[in-house]
């Protein structure tokens, strides 16, 4: 059984940070990737971020490079997702989830943590 697990949301004040954590069970991730979205009332998901297990690489999205820092912990099976300068932009339940490293889908999914930026 899969299981994802986010954990760090909260309300922040614009330009505040919060560290967000996605723990993962029930898989082991040599081959998979662990990615980042977000989806705020209204809108549709959006991708955030993502990396690759094995050899640790990296994207973002455009509107998060410089702002936001993805990264893993090999033994606690864990992605974390570091925000910084928050804006209120940013307030949004982000999920995270599996993928194979040459799929195009994202297999599981966590429940989503909300993360509130006001102004």
């Known amino acids: 059984q899969v299981q994802l697990v986010e954990s760090g949301g909260g309300s922040v004040q614009a330009g505040g940070s919060l560290r967000l954590s996605c723990a993962v069970s029930?898989?082991?991730?040599?081959?998979?990737?662990i990615g980042w979205f977000r989806q705020a009332p209204g809108k549709e998901r959006e991708f955030v971020a993502s990396?690759?297990?094995?050899?640790?690489?990296?994207y973002y999205a455009d509107s998060m490079k410089g702002r936001f820092t993805i990264s893993r912990d090999n033994a606690k099976n864990t992605v974390s997702l570091q925000m910084d300068s928050l804006k209120p932009e940013d307030t949004a339940v982000y999920y995270c989830?599996?993928?194979?490293?040459?799929?195009?889908?994202?297999?599981?999914w966590g429940q989503g943590t909300q993360v509130t930026v006001s102004s």
């Open positions: 990396i690759n297990w094995r050899g640790g690489s990296t």
């Open positions: 029930g898989r082991t991730l040599s081959n998979y990737a």
């Open positions: 989830a599996t993928r194979g490293v040459g799929r195009r889908e994202y297999d599981y």
